[in-house]
């Protein structure tokens, strides 16, 4: 049985997420994930708490209750000049941070150098910053997927979903990207995600990555799909953002608010019988 059916669908339908990552990381991401919202196929977003554009995007999610919004657990920061660090005091959770007070660049510097009880003092208190603002989250995801770096941080990951009763992203694709076993951390009683979708740094390399989006939609197959997306401006503010750092860099994020905002590629859900879903639906049906 597919996820789709677990929630009361028939098993051949198609139903899609098209989440955009990264809301908060600075004023390009957030007016591109806006747009992305309002005038074109997103239907789902989530917000990294620690960064500095962090009120922007909570003051629209707070004003527009209508878009499904969730929480970008954040444990990284992959950026070459642009940095942030935990919420709470680096005293309280030192374990998290690099020489200078921020998270590391990589999730093998996480994985060498992070103890489980400091991932869940500031992963809780992320998702606390984000309530105490008024914001009515409805899941809770991760930059990165930084949680699944080791067996401990997923587990924890997974507890804050039930104490706070918020659908967490579980996925065997992502968790093979990051080197997690899904054989090994994956119980019965976990909700999945059947599959994700996220474009290859080969796909944009190669000029492909709309290519790769369509394949994606002309292709999908039954159950509960999940495209995850980053979409920006390609402007100074992003490219100082991501200067060296082309792998989702600012030309992509261009690339993904470009296809994901033409109207010509909205008719393509239609055609392929694609039902979008967010994950407040999930919420309540499961």
Known sequence: MNSAQKLGFSEKTKLLIIHADDAGLCHSENLATIQSLENGIVNSYSIMVPCPWFYEMATFAKNNPQFDNG????????????????ILPVSEV???????????????????????????KELQAQIECALKFGLKPTHIDSHMYSVATTSEFFKIYKELGEKYNLPVLINRELMKMVGLSP???????????????????????????????????ENLTSGLNLILIHPAFDNNEMKGVTINHPNFGSEWRQVDFDFFTNKVNKSKLEENNIELVTWNDIKNRR
């Open 94 to 120: 030192p374990s998290l941070v690099d020489l200078n007070g921020h998270f590391y660049k990589k999730r093998e510097d996480l994985r060498k150098n992070a103890s489980a009880v400091d991932v869940g």
């Open 71 to 86: 929480i970008h657990l954040t444990l990284t920061c992959e950026w070459e000049n642009y940095k942030f660090g935990p």
């Open 183 to 217: 054989e090994f951390n994956i119980n019965e009683s976990d909700f999945l995600i059947d599959k994700t979708f996220v474009g290859k740094f080969e796909n944009f390399e190669s000029g492909k990555l709309r290519d790769y989006y369509d394949t994606v939609l």
